[in-house]
């Protein structure tokens, strides 16, 4: 059974950092491309950033990108979102999530989500 | 970046009841196009992928239909368990965008 899950989220003022991890489970993990996706408070989903197996090739939102850095473990199957210059709108709900297809375009279909940790972004 | 358009935001519908959402993609997506369902606090539960393929697990009351730039999730009747907000997904192009998601209420 496939299973990720995210730790690291708690509040944090605007300005500061965190690292959120994700400890994954039940599959070739260094096979898979995964994603971030975070959802604010009663809000919808929004896709944050991806990485691909070896950590070779990463992407980002642009409303994350410079301040947000994705990272893989995969001695460790873990995956990590450095946040830095947090934000009030980065409060979210924070989710890895892992696709149907271990490449970049099937990655982007998400079969298995964590259940998310939040972020608070506030002073 | 692609933008999903769903409609209509909410609906009312009760248990029995045929629902059909709607999700207009910006531009042509092939059938590049999944739909979640989210419940009340819980993650986003993986429904169908490639506009009409009905995920492992997931009841046949839910289907899809759509390509190029419209889609449609239709279920059939609807259960009580189905009372929850629905997203629509591109993965045509990076970044993966969402619609802002349909909620059936009763």
């Known amino acids: 059974e496939v299973q990720l899950v995210e730790s690291g989220g708690v509040v944090v003022q605007p300005g500061g950092s965190l690292r959120l991890s994700c400890a994954a489970s039940?599959?070739?993990?260094?096979?898979?491309?995964i994603h971030w996706v975070r959802q604010a408070p009663g809000k919808g989903l929004e896709w944050v950033s991806l990485?691909?197996?070896?950590?070779?090739?990463?992407y980002y939102a642009d409303s994350v990108k410079g301040r947000f850095t994705i990272s893989r473990d995969n001695s460790k199957s873990s995956l990590y979102l450095q946040m830095n210059r947090l934000r009030t709108e980065d409060t979210a709900f924070y989710y890895c999530?892992?696709?149907?297809?271990?490449?970049?375009?099937?990655?982007?279909?998400?079969?298995?989500w964590g259940q998310g940790t939040l972020v608070t972004v506030s002073s | 970046d692609i933008q999903m358009t769903q409609s209509p935001s909410s609906l009312s519908a009760s248990v029995g009841d045929r629902v059909t959402i709607t999700c207009r993609a910006s531009q042509s997506i092939s059938n590049y196009l999944n739909w979640y369902q989210q419940r009340p606090g819980k993650a986003p539960k993986f429904l169908i992928y490639a506009a009409s393929s009905l995920q492992s697990g997931v009841p046949s009351r839910f289907s899809g239909s759509g390509s190029g730039t419209d889609f449609t999730l239709t279920i059939s009747s609807l259960q009580p368990e189905d009372f929850a907000i629905y997203y629509c997904?591109?993965?045509?192009?990076?970044?993966?965008?969402f619609g802002l998601g349909t909620k059936v209420e009763i």
């Open positions: 999530t892992k696709g149907k297809g271990p490449d970049i375009g099937t990655s982007s279909s998400y079969e298995d």
């Open positions: 997904q591109q993965t045509y192009s990076i970044p993966p965008t």
């Open positions: 990485i691909t197996w070896d950590g070779g090739t990463t």
């Open positions: 039940g599959f070739a993990f260094d096979d898979y491309t």
